[in-house]
T-cell receptor, first 113, second 113 residues
């Protein structure tokens, strides 16, 4: 059974057109993360929620926002996608932050035209 | 900054042979390590983890070794199968990493039939 679910698996958007990616989890984990992964690179953390507390990485562009309306769901909003934002976006969850395994979803592949 | 890195970007192995993937880390205070497997177009999948109070941990066909003296860990895959073809990432998550998952650069394993 899927524990971290991401929709859609593939998303095509136009340059500058806002897009939202979604993530849900059945693990009841406190922490949810969003990563960006480009080809042949390791995932790069954008931000995470510890319960309702939002934690942004210092180098995450303002173009990227996130919402977590409840424990199970978390959204990634890209306000004005540029060509450089084309990537795989990965959602992950963990029970806590320190010394905890993170469980990843299958990812959403974003294409910007 | 602190880093977790891999020695070999690509490893080609004959089916049935054992595979060894190496990883170095730079922070001697690092205390929790995870190996992930990522198949093409999918999210990272947890394989095995190890804490700094251990030198060795075994799973199903996989063994992780941790050498704190030289700040090195390795993943050994026994009797490598075609389904093991993927990119493997080592990662650190602990207080030394700011309670964030810090990934190494990844090693691609190609299994030859």
């Amino acid at each position: 059974d899927a524990m971290v679910i991401q929709n859609p698996r593939y998303q095509v958007t136009q340059f500058g057109k806002p897009v939202t990616l979604s993530c849900s989890q059945t693990l009841n984990h406190n922490v949810m993360y969003w990563y960006q992964q480009k080809s042949s690179q390791a995932p790069k953390l954008l931000f995470h929620y510890y319960d309702k507390d939002f934690n942004n990485e210092a180098d995450t562009p303002d173009n990227f926002q996130s919402r977590r309306p409840n424990t199970s769901f978390c959204f990634l909003d890209i306000r004005s996608p540029g060509l450089g934002d084309a990537a795989m976006y990965l959602c992950a969850t963990s029970r806590d932050r320190n010394q905890e395994t993170q469980y990843f979803g299958p990812g959403t592949r974003l294409l910007v035209l | 900054g602190e880093s977790v890195g891999l020695h070999l970007p690509t490893l080609s192995v004959q089916e049935g042979d054992n595979s060894i993937i190496n990883c170095a880390y730079s922070n001697s205070a690092s205390d929790y390590f995870i190996w992930y497997k990522q198949e093409s177009g999918k999210g990272p999948q947890f394989i095995i983890d190890i804490r700094s109070n251990m030198d060795k941990r075994q799973g199903q066909r996989v063994t992780v070794l941790l050498n704190k003296t030289v700040k090195h860990l390795s993943l050994q895959i026994a009797a490598t199968q075609p389904g093991d073809s993927a990119v493997y990432f080592c990662a650190e998550n602990g207080a030394a990493a700011g309670n964030k998952l810090t990934f190494g650069g990844g090693t691609r394993v190609l299994v030859k039939p």
